[in-house]
């Protein structure tokens, strides 16, 4: 279910930016109307909701934060222009508009969050805790800077997404599921084929003799594209984040043995102890028993004299902790007071007065510090450095704003620095290997073929944290490659492609002939191929020996019809016949049934919520200054 418009935006977004961009704005419109929210007009106000404006600059914030929020799940920056194109600043401010008009109608309905519910909000988050778990008022105020904000701001951002959160909720939390929807979700979603299926690789298609020259120039002049030099570039790196100052930074023995002193506990294994316990009527009776156990009878002898066998009277290993969140509290706390052997004088118990016998005890178990020196050295390392990830931040910056290069900047910040020296878009050099050194948590190549040389460029945000750099020094144009550079290549990619229409015309005779009547069993043994089999496919599975695309074709195929489709490798081909179709009934109790309503419900939410929003807009008077989006977001000169 939707929980907030903030989450519902969200997809939206990330619809838009996988390139869905019509469909994504004809949710936009079906919400405001094209014609209802957004509106000509010469205003410095970007939207109008209820009583409240969005500047051109706030707008200009927001949309600026947003987009290098989107960047950082990409994996790269989203430039203006590219944004503007894909319809990315209608459907942010569209999202503003939606939270501006839930913050007005949450105030007009009178609805609020506390500020002990705010704080007791923002104190659960993870990211604000500290390693013990609890939260750092330090780690939150550094976070919070790394990310922009002010601690008000923030504060202040997730009241109102709370309220939000509640005002959205109140609208699709009872969502009820019409049978007929969840019937033919049922039926789309669970349906199972079975096929029989054969595998045409390059042994079907024969021998493939070398090209006659003529043949191949004739193919690589119409290739040329193919064949190719790539562009290559040489990319300078720079990387800041806590871990990365880590490796350079030096962790005295003495003070990492200092730490082991003070965080023991984490490397302590708690000690238990093998308690037994038998529980007598009366205190007078249990008292009677500790007597003969003083003078020599042993605790097994006195359990079976009452009818009671090891397993009876065994409470298994205790821990301390263990022993706190025990039912038998009292019998627990005198066990950790006893020694190995010791029984205790009666205790008060639940049905009556116990005692207690410690059968064995394990100690306490600590990991040496040589154990853990390394791990501890890396630990307070990254603690050490987090606070110098912001110094050396606004160092490396102050540096390149003062005219000099990126390599000049990181060295007089103390970082280091990582040259790429030729690598095409692909991540490979000239001789095809790939290159080492190149970030793999975040898209450093993409704004890196945007960009001019020897420019500055905006820091990086892998979703680890940190900033890295780039700055390109210098570009080797792309440039065609002659026939004899690339001539093994030429040949090789021929002869797949003389493999590919073989194995293709193969494919399609297999299929006709299963057509009239044949069956895979001789098809089989005339081309010594193996029959395959592939049971109860749903139109989600991926199953060992058959591509996505030959299951997708397998959902388009009647019931014993025959098909073919290309195979997992280029000079493969794949050539079935859908032997079964099954649809299971819906059943709502079950795992996949439920899963099925989940779906269902979710999509119905987000209608209602449309809906709602929708309405409030409406009431609000909600609307958008076109010309005022177009100059923020690049499609227009501000006058």
């Given at each position: 279910m939707l929980r907030g418009i903030r989450t519902a935006s969200s997809g939206w977004l990330g619809k838009l930016v996988m390139g869905v961009v019509v469909g994504v704005l004809a949710i936009s419109f079906a919400i405001w109307g094209i014609g209802d929210i957004f509106r000509g007009g010469g205003r410095s106000a970007v939207a109008s909701v209820g009583g409240t404006e969005i500047s051109s600059e706030q707008f200009r914030q927001l949309y600026t934060e947003r987009l290098q929020q989107i960047g950082q799940q990409m994996g790269r920056p989203i430039p203006f222009n590219q944004a503007r194109d894909l319809g990315i600043d209608r459907q942010i401010l569209g999202q503003i508009v939606s939270e501006t008009a839930l913050d007005e109608w949450a105030k007009r309905i009178g609805l609020g969050i506390t500020d002990a519910e705010v704080a007791r909000l923002i104190r659960s988050f993870p990211a604000f805790q500290g390693p013990d778990g609890q939260f750092d008022n330090q780690i939150f105020l550094q976070r919070l800077r790394s990310a922009g904000y002010t601690e008000a701001r923030f504060v202040t951002e997730q009241r109102k997404l709370m309220i939000r959160q509640h005002l959205t909720e109140s609208v699709g939390g009872?969502?009820?599921v019409p049978k007929t929807y969840a019937d033919v979700m049922n039926a789309y979603q669970n349906e199972q084929r079975s096929l029989e299926y054969v595998t045409l690789t390059a042994a079907q298609a024969g021998e493939i003799a070398d090209p006659t020259p003529e043949q191949l120039t004739t193919y690589f002049d119409s290739r040329k594209q193919l064949f190719r030099a790539p562009e290559y570039r040489r990319i300078v790196i720079v990387r800041l984040s806590p871990e990365e100052l880590a490796k350079w930074t030096t962790i005295a023995d003495e003070d990492a043995r200092k730490a082991y002193d003070e965080r023991r506990a984490r490397?302590?294994?708690?000690?238990?102890r093998q308690v037994q316990q038998i529980v007598f009527p009366s205190e007078e009776e249990a008292r009677a028993a500790k007597k003969r156990l003083d003078e020599g009878l042993s605790f097994a002898d006195l359990a079976k004299e009452r009818g009671l066998s090891e397993t009876d009277i065994d409470l298994g290993m205790i821990s301390r902790e263990t022993a706190q969140g025990s039912r038998f509290t009292k019998a627990m706390e005198e066990a950790f007071k006893l020694p190995e052997g010791g029984v205790s004088n009666p205790v008060q118990a639940r049905l009556g007065y116990a005692l207690v016998r410690v059968a064995k005890i394990e100690p306490d178990s600590v990991r040496p510090y040589e154990?853990?020196?390394?791990?501890?050295?890396?630990?307070?390392a990254?603690?050490?450095?987090?606070?110098?990830?912001?110094?050396k931040h606004d160092k490396l910056e102050d540096e390149r704003a003062g005219g000099a290069n990126l390599t000049e900047s990181a060295q007089r910040a103390g970082l280091q620095v990582t040259m790429l020296d030729g690598v095409d878009r692909s991540g490979r050099d000239a001789t095809g290997a790939l290159v080492t050194g190149i970030p793999q948590d975040v898209d450093i190549l993409t704004p890196a073929f945007a960009a001019q040389p020897n420019t500055e460029t905006e820091a990086l945000r892998p979703q680890a944290g940190g900033y890295v750099w780039f700055e390109v020094t210098e570009i080797t144009p792309s440039k065609e490659r002659t026939l004899d550079e690339v001539k093994d290549r030429v040949v090789a990619r021929w002869k797949d492609d003389q493999i590919g229409e073989r194995l293709r015309a193969k494919a399609n005779e297999m299929v006709e002939k299963l057509k009239a009547n044949g069956t895979f069993a001789e098809l089989a043994a005339a081309d010594k191929l193996n029959v395959a089999t592939a049971a109860d496919l749903r139109r989600s599975a991926r199953p060992e020996g058959l591509p996505p695309g030959a299951v997708i074709t397998a959902f388009q195929t009647p019931k014993g019809a025959a098909a073919s489709t290309q195979g997992q490798l280029p000079a493969e081909r794949i050539v079935f016949k859908v032997t079964d179709i099954k649809t299971p009934p819906f059943d709502a109790n079950s795992d996949q049934g439920k899963q099925v309503e989940n779906l269902i419900r979710t999509s119905?939410?987000?209608?209602?919520?449309r809906q709602y929003i929708a309405y409030i807009e409406k009431e609000l008077k909600a609307t958008v200054n076109v010309e005022a989006l177009r100059r923020v977001s690049g499609g227009g000169v501000e006058q």
């Open positions: 009872t969502t009820i490397f302590t294994q708690a000690g238990q154990q853990v020196a390394d791990e501890l050295k890396q630990e307070l990254r603690e050490r450095t987090r606070n110098e990830v912001t110094t119905i939410t987000e209608d209602l919520l």
